[in-house]
């Protein structure tokens, strides 16, 4: 089985791509890769270009932001979450940091070519945008709560 | 006398993190206090005041009372900070406890965040006791950073010695943090339970328990097959004074574990 085929099999078992039809599974299958990360490498750097948004297979990504003396890890991903959104939200750049900190794979979708399809078919535009709009939502909802800092003191 | 202190006398302190210590204590009387994981005990700093804590020690072993004591007002500073040697007061034990023991023959969920912890670790001993006597078990821990992670070698052990799924996240932290960062909530998503036979066992902070328990419906364990551990104000500790009332509910004798379908539109409750 090569590479698209793996991909192909994988991705209507995954949450985020249930429900889409075969076509678009298909498309989505020849728009990614199989990567792997090794302990300590990057998915992407905050300020560059978010033209990539990456399903992970196996293994634990840190998303964290660098301040000036040490990166504070915000959340991290594992096996079958999504990371990235930047992808699909202009000016299309990351606003953090993603690094692997163990033995990592993913797959990697084309995010360029995606936004392309998505102009060119409202009908996968709107239900990828459904999908990533979920993952925000949930990310979004964690660090509201995290925010209320439960496990700190009361005054 | 429920309402008159016993003496106890402080044998060994443990610094947990920068603001919680434990405490073994002994009865100055020798009689050992039987207790049930979960319940809790009215502890006395003389001359300084009273406070439910609830007790962290394990249940097989009655002649030492443990309690695990987070610094975060005066009587439990004083509490906190007791050396070896000093003599405290006790009352109790009171309250219900987790009943771990009606989860025998299914799988068994811990839901901790932060100090909630301790109230639980009576009952994971428990079950560590009499481990073939469960399927499948978790403890899913949250805490705020690495540095306030309590039980770290208890949560080292349960996973390798007594077969427990342990998994802990935090709220946030330094890069040098290899473990999982984020809600409580993703650990009961990715916990492998069998919904149908799982007893779930929740303690934190009230928000914390009412996603988790909300998180665990979501994965199919009915919410009397959840409960939760209460915090209110305890005072008498035996139903009298009422300071602990949630509507007909006083948490110090009806509480403070109680199961989810019970509490859940009680805690939809503003101010109640």
Redesign the interface.
Same mark, same amino acid.
């Given at each position: 089985m090569n590479s698209v085929q793996n991909i192909e099999a994988f991705l209507p078992g995954h949450p985020f791509f249930a429900g889409l039809d075969d076509a678009a599974i298909s498309m989505m299958a020849g728009c990614a890769v199989n990567a792997h990360l090794r302990?300590g490498e990057f998915l992407f750097h905050e300020g560059q270009a978010a033209d990539t948004f990456y399903v992970v297979r196996s293994g @634990?990504v840190?998303?964290?932001m660098r301040l000036p003396t040490? $990166?504070?890890? =915000? !959340? +991290?991903a @594992?096996d079958g979450d999504v990371v990235g959104w930047s992808w699909l939200v202009a000016p299309y750049r990351w606003t953090f940091d993603a =690094?692997a +900190?163990?033995e990592t794979s993913v797959i990697a979708f084309d995010g360029a070519c995606l936004r392309g399809k998505c102009e060119t078919d409202p009908a996968l535009g709107y239900a990828l945008l459904q999908r990533v709009v979920q993952v925000m939502s949930a990310r979004l909802h964690?660090a509201r709560? @995290?925010l =209320? !800092? =439960?496990? $700190?003191? @009361?005054s | 006398m429920s309402m008159l202190p016993r003496p106890f006398r402080v044998t060994s302190t443990r610094r947990d993190t920068r603001d919680t210590n434990t405490l073994d204590l002994v009865p100055v009387d020798g009689r050992p206090l039987e207790f049930a994981a979960g319940q809790f005990t009215m502890l006395h700093a003389f001359g300084v005041g009273e406070v439910p804590i609830s007790i962290s020690g394990d249940p097989g072993r009655p002649e030492t009372l443990r309690h695990t004591i987070r610094d975060v007002g005066s009587v439990s500073a004083a509490l906190a900070g007791a050396s070896p040697g000093t003599v405290l007061g006790v009352r109790g034990p009171f309250g219900t406890g987790w009943e771990v023991g009606s989860g025998r023959g299914g799988d068994v969920v811990f839901v901790a965040g932060g100090i909630g912890l301790a109230p639980l670790r009576p009952a994971v001993l428990e079950v560590c006791a009499a481990r073939t006597d469960y399927g499948r078990v978790a403890v899913l821990y949250g805490a705020r950073t690495p540095d306030d992670l309590l039980f770290a070698d208890d949560l080292r052990s349960w996973a390798a010695d007594h077969d427990i799924d342990v998994a802990v996240t935090v709220d946030s932290a330094p890069s040098s943090w290899h473990g999982d960062v984020g809600l409580v909530t993703r650990l009961i998503e990715r916990a492998t339970v069998d919904a149908n036979r799982t007893l779930a066992l929740v303690c934190g902070p009230e928000v914390m328990m009412r996603h988790s328990a909300a998180s665990l419906g979501d994965r199919g364990v009915t919410p009397d097959r959840v409960r939760l551990s209460m915090e209110r104000n305890m005072k008498c500790g035996v139903g009298l004074c009422g300071h602990c009332q949630l509507r007909e509910y006083f948490l110090c004798i009806d509480g403070p574990v109680l199961p989810y379908d019970v509490l859940a539109p009680l805690m939809s409750k503003a101010e109640l």
């Amino acid at each position: 089985m090569n590479s698209v085929q793996n991909i192909e099999a994988f991705l209507p078992g995954h949450p985020f791509f249930a429900g889409l039809d075969d076509a678009a599974i298909s498309m989505m299958a020849g728009c990614a890769v199989n990567a792997h990360l090794r302990p300590g490498e990057f998915l992407f750097h905050e300020g560059q270009a978010a033209d990539t948004f990456y399903v992970v297979r196996s293994g @634990r990504v840190a998303i964290q932001m660098r301040l000036p003396t040490e $990166g504070v890890v =915000l !959340d +991290t991903a @594992r096996d079958g979450d999504v990371v990235g959104w930047s992808w699909l939200v202009a000016p299309y750049r990351w606003t953090f940091d993603a =690094l692997a +900190t163990e033995e990592t794979s993913v797959i990697a979708f084309d995010g360029a070519c995606l936004r392309g399809k998505c102009e060119t078919d409202p009908a996968l535009g709107y239900a990828l945008l459904q999908r990533v709009v979920q993952v925000m939502s949930a990310r979004l909802h964690s660090a509201r709560v @995290r925010l =209320l !800092d =439960l496990y $700190g003191v @009361r005054s | 006398m429920s309402m008159l202190p016993r003496p106890f006398r402080v044998t060994s302190t443990r610094r947990d993190t920068r603001d919680t210590n434990t405490l073994d204590l002994v009865p100055v009387d020798g009689r050992p206090l039987e207790f049930a994981a979960g319940q809790f005990t009215m502890l006395h700093a003389f001359g300084v005041g009273e406070v439910p804590i609830s007790i962290s020690g394990d249940p097989g072993r009655p002649e030492t009372l443990r309690h695990t004591i987070r610094d975060v007002g005066s009587v439990s500073a004083a509490l906190a900070g007791a050396s070896p040697g000093t003599v405290l007061g006790v009352r109790g034990p009171f309250g219900t406890g987790w009943e771990v023991g009606s989860g025998r023959g299914g799988d068994v969920v811990f839901v901790a965040g932060g100090i909630g912890l301790a109230p639980l670790r009576p009952a994971v001993l428990e079950v560590c006791a009499a481990r073939t006597d469960y399927g499948r078990v978790a403890v899913l821990y949250g805490a705020r950073t690495p540095d306030d992670l309590l039980f770290a070698d208890d949560l080292r052990s349960w996973a390798a010695d007594h077969d427990i799924d342990v998994a802990v996240t935090v709220d946030s932290a330094p890069s040098s943090w290899h473990g999982d960062v984020g809600l409580v909530t993703r650990l009961i998503e990715r916990a492998t339970v069998d919904a149908n036979r799982t007893l779930a066992l929740v303690c934190g902070p009230e928000v914390m328990m009412r996603h988790s328990a909300a998180s665990l419906g979501d994965r199919g364990v009915t919410p009397d097959r959840v409960r939760l551990s209460m915090e209110r104000n305890m005072k008498c500790g035996v139903g009298l004074c009422g300071h602990c009332q949630l509507r007909e509910y006083f948490l110090c004798i009806d509480g403070p574990v109680l199961p989810y379908d019970v509490l859940a539109p009680l805690m939809s409750k503003a101010e109640l």
